[in-house]
């Protein structure tokens, strides 16, 4: 069934907005219950049946305090910044299609968007840090961009290679391809680029510091620089950036479901696509909280020399490889 | 370059080993006693402030007032007094005050005392927002308020 046009653009509004809400609201109890069993502790259990009012009663202690701009601060830009760090987020779940029938917009260079719109994070990351000169916020800042800027690099060749045997930039099509039994998805598909695996593992690593995640976490990096870019944030505008970082892991995690792992096929044949487009994508959010909590934030250098001596050598080599394999085939 | 490949190797062997390791981990009990609502038990020489402590037999209080604690207690923190009852040889203990806020729980008290009257209490749920409280512990009271419960 095809919606027709305004109500398509209502329902996608209403549902994009809703499964950003309700993400981010659901991935921090799920990150707090999955840390405490990390660490062998039971979580939140206090507001609500095995704590699952706490987000919600988080959502209100967030609401009812004052959104605090210090006198200091660049007024406007402040104020922008998250929003700015929430819209991509948004713009980027119209083309992820999350079944072969649920997508909210079929468009020929999905991927592009996806990419393009993921970059402007980091923009509103550095609008936050810069005007609220604060100097934690600005020297976070200036490592969100120099380390976003580094893994961007590596991301988009092993996407360009992906595309190089694929073909297509329309995410529902790059779905389509990997249709028929587990073998066919991407990650697997050896026979058509014996480096997939490792194309998966550089864009796992590229999307942790691309969301800022642990153990990439410049952008907040609680230990060093208070909270980093969001330090003179209060009330809501701390909130949406909480939420920016979990939509922004959903959307990653969407990517790297619909390139590598096959999107909705399922790989038994059961359940409607959308269960399993699901399923794999809340096992990557799992993954990245599995990795969060295992390993320990990496310094400043080390996390440039991974990227610029490691990475894109890497990619570029893959990029290299696979044009190769495809001409001499 | 072959040494660079080797070190490669064992950092993704080291980052693997790591996720197994925290992962073993997701799988098991937590570990913590939900406080308010669970409670270890005890250790048996724990030790809380001292009590008095009841002859089985007859239920009256054991002590007989004869000021040893008093005496040997390094931080001057206990006060006794007793009387002798009608008809009694032994004197029993009218007035037994403990000041917690000095007490280092030292446990000499207990130990002197010849008729093993005085215990470790196991309390621990100790809080007041009047120092008064801990001053002067009515240890007498204490043991009836036990009783009651």
Known sequence: MILPEP????????????????????????????????????????????????????????????????????????RLAPAFVLAPALMCLAVIPFGHALCARDFNLGLLLVFAFGSVNVLAILLGGWASRNKYSVIAAARVVSQNVAYEIPMLLVVTTLLLTAGTMNLRELVQQQA??????NLVKVWVNPLMPVLFL?????????????????????????????????????????????ANIVVGASVATVLFLGGWHSPVGVMPGTFWFLVKLYALVFSVMWVRWTFPRTQFYRLLNLSWKLLIPAGLGALLFTALILKLR | MVAAIKEFCLGLHSLATGLAVTLEQFFRRPVTVHYPWEVLELPARYRGHIVLVRDEQTGRLRCIACKMCERICPSDCIVVEGAKLPGESRKSVTEFKLDFTKCSLCGLCVEVCPVDALAFSKRYNLASTRKADYESMDLCELAKAGDAK
Not at chain 1, 180 to 185: A, E, K, L, T
Request: with cysteine.
């Open chain 1, 180 to 185: 028929g039994g587990v073998w066919n998805w």
């Open chain 1, 202 to 246: 550089i864009f796992y690593v590229c999307m942790l510091a691309e969301t800022n995640r642990a153990p990439f976490d410049m952008a907040e990096a609680e230990s060093e620089l208070v909270a980093g870019a969001f330090t003179e944030y209060a009330g809501m505008g701390f909130g949406l950036f909480f939420m920016a970082e979990y």
């Open chain 1, 7 to 78: 109500y398509r653009l209502i329902a996608y509004l209403v549902g994009a907005l809703a499964f950003v809400g309700l993400n981010a609201a659901y991935l921090v109890w799920l990150e707090r219950k999955v840390a405490a069993r990390f660490q062998r502790r039971p979580g939140p259990t206090e507001v609500g049946p095995a704590g699952l009012l706490q987000p919600i009663a988080d959502g209100l202690k967030l609401l009812g305090k004052q959104f605090v701009v210090w006198p200091h601060a660049d007024r406007v830009l402040f």
